[in-house]
């Protein structure tokens, strides 16, 4: 089953606003990395947040880590329309062969 | 480093064809991924190698499909014969450690007719 789910599914925001995505996942992990993808791109990695830490910023970016709820959230301050991307959440696990990802949310970033 | 490398970035090719994709992983990493994603099924692990060795092909969907990597800098992966539900974006990915980041390739965009 999936690790990690991502939510919401879809969003659509305006350019300035912020983004925020949530990503649940079932059991304990080493760390939880987030990925964003364009269209018709590979996946590119933008966040690694361990389980001892709570919180990570890069640029616009910043993740949230809790662990008792197992979640994570991304955040990404003042959109621009570059952004309009699919996010992904990938978990490692100690339990899994390998890092396991959710199915991702589409941002939609209108200028 | 150029990144991860794969070729051929298109293949359009008729049914019962047999279909080769290939991988170069950025250098010095040990593990190497092949993921397959559709719109219906999303992101997919199909087999993954550390070391040049496979270790996980619990993902492969059929016989009908193998994976190779006979040096650290060469995957490839094959589909013999290929049917119209195998078309999709078939990424490779590479990474120094088992659950550290992994970096992509600009995946294979693979019709099959």
């Known amino acids: 089953s999936q690790q990690g789910e991502e939510d919401p599914q879809a969003l659509s925001i305006q350019e300035g606003e912020n983004a925020t995505m949530n990503c649940s996942y079932k059991?304990?992990?080493?760390?939880l990395q987030w990925y964003r993808q364009n269209s018709g791109r590979g996946l590119v990695h933008l966040i690694l947040?361990?389980?001892?830490?709570r919180e990570k910023h890069s640029g616009r970016l910043r993740v949230t880590l809790d662990t008792s709820k197992k979640s994570s959230s991304l955040l990404i301050t003042a959109s621009r329309a570059a952004d309009t991307a699919s996010y992904f959440c990938?978990?490692?696990?100690?339990?899994?062969?390998?890092?396991?990802f959710g199915k991702g949310t589409m941002l939609l970033v209108s200028p | 480093d150029a990144g991860v490398i794969q070729s051929p970035r298109h293949e359009v090719t008729e049914m019962g064809q047999e279909v080769t994709l290939r991988c170069k992983p950025i250098?010095?990493?040990?593990?190497l991924f092949w993921y397959r994603q559709t719109m219906m099924r999303g992101l997919e692990l199909l087999i993954y190698?550390?070391?040049?060795?496979?270790?996980?092909d619990s993902g492969m969907p059929e016989d009908r499909f193998s994976a190779k990597m006979p040096n650290a800098s060469f995957s490839t992966l094959k589909i013999q014969p290929s049917e119209p539900r195998d078309s999709a974006v078939y990424f490779c990915?590479?990474?120094?450690?088992?659950?550290?980041?992994?970096?992509f390739g600009p995946g294979t965009r693979l019709l099959v007719l």
């Open positions: 990915a590479s990474s120094r450690d088992r659950g550290e980041t992994q970096y």
């Open positions: 059991t304990s992990i080493n760390n």
């Open positions: 947040i361990r389980s001892n830490e």
């Open positions: 990938a978990t490692d696990n100690s339990g899994y062969s390998t890092l396991t």
């Open positions: 250098s010095g990493h040990d593990y």
């Open positions: 190698f550390n070391n040049n060795v496979p270790i996980d």
